[in-house]
């Protein structure tokens, strides 16, 4: 088991500087600070090991958070963060923000009010975070973050014999992406646009029911915690064949096996660090079969 803490200084960030002191009003520099902490753990071991049968067990575990702890070179109490994670749809939308005190894309938008009867999202309507009776950019909040807080990771085999089967999967947990698919296909105006030509809506659209866009909801903050299963494997040592010349295995497998998940995009384990799902090309199931001649 290992536990770490780590200090990184000196980050590019964008920060805001004079009028007149440079081209433009942002310069980026090296200001930024992040902390991360957490702790591994990692056990292989060997339940079983008789004449003929066999058992082997790895597993992994981390556990790791990220902080943003400097953005400036100087404090500046009316310093409101730097707008990252840019998302398709609309004019200069970005869904994240860099703060001091988050995770780095935490996400920035607005509290999503439901109707208490259906459970639907209302459109057009959230909660006044700041109670000024206005409903503005002063009632954005944070809320979640893309980074995951638990990694998992599973290997084992069984040797029976001259029978053999292996099974290895992993997961993350505490995740949250943006599906910027439905935020921006899943309006009726996809159907019915102004083009006049038929279209295609996302099916969240019958989950909603809304009629323009709301991108910056955090209804489409979605839980992409996932545990997927790699693959699985199965082979057999047939023994010694062409008169004893060669030894023959016979192997069978399948890659992404299944996953297990409430987010509702294509893939939960996104490549992108913004957290914005735009949708990725989904990753194949692969079935293989073998035939390994060992002369």
């Given amino acids: 088991m290992d536990y770490y803490f780590k200090k990184t200084k000196d980050l590019l960030s964008t920060v805001p500087v004079a009028a007149g002191g440079n081209f433009n009003i942002e310069l980026l520099t090296n200001v930024g600070n992040m902390e991360n902490k957490g702790v591994e753990f990692t056990l292989n071991t060997v339940p079983i090991k008789k004449a003929n049968l066999t058992w082997e067990f790895g597993f992994n575990f981390t556990y790791n958070t990220r902080e943003i702890t400097n953005l400036l070179k100087q404090q500046d109490p009316n310093f409101k963060g730097i707008e990252v994670s840019g998302i398709s749809g609309g004019t200069g939308n970005n869904i994240g923000r860099f703060n ?7 996400y920035f938008v607005f509290k999503q009010v439901y109707d208490p009867a259906s459970g639907r999202p209302i459109e057009g309507l959230y909660e006044d975070i700041n109670r000024d009776g206005n409903i503005d950019q002063l009632d954005r909040y944070y809320y979640k973050k893309p980074a995951s807080d638990v990694f998992v990771g599973l290997s084992t085999q069984v040797i029976y014999k001259k029978f053999s089967l292996g099974i290895a999967g992993h997961g993350a947990f505490g995740a949250y992406l ?6 921006n296909n899943g309006v009726i105006r996809q159907i019915k646009n102004p083009i006049n030509f038929i279209g295609n809506a996302s099916a969240n659209y019958q ?9 910056l909801s955090d209804y489409y903050i979605e839980n992409a915690s996932f545990f997927r299963l790699d693959n699985i494997n199965l082979g057999y040592n047939w023994g010694k064949v062409l008169r004893g010349k060669a030894s023959l295995r016979i192997a069978a497998s399948i890659q992404n096996v299944f996953i297990i998940t409430k987010y509702k995009g294509l893939d939960p384990e996104n490549s992108s660090e913004t957290g914005v799902d735009n949708n990725i090309y989904p990753r194949p199931r692969t079935f293989s079969l073998g035939f390994n001649l060992d002369f």
């Fill in 207 to 215: 989950e909603t029911g809304f009629s323009n866009n709301q991108y």
């Fill in 178 to 183: 943006y599906n910027n698919f439905n935020s």
């Fill in 100 to 106: 001091v005190g988050y995770s780095p894309f935490a």
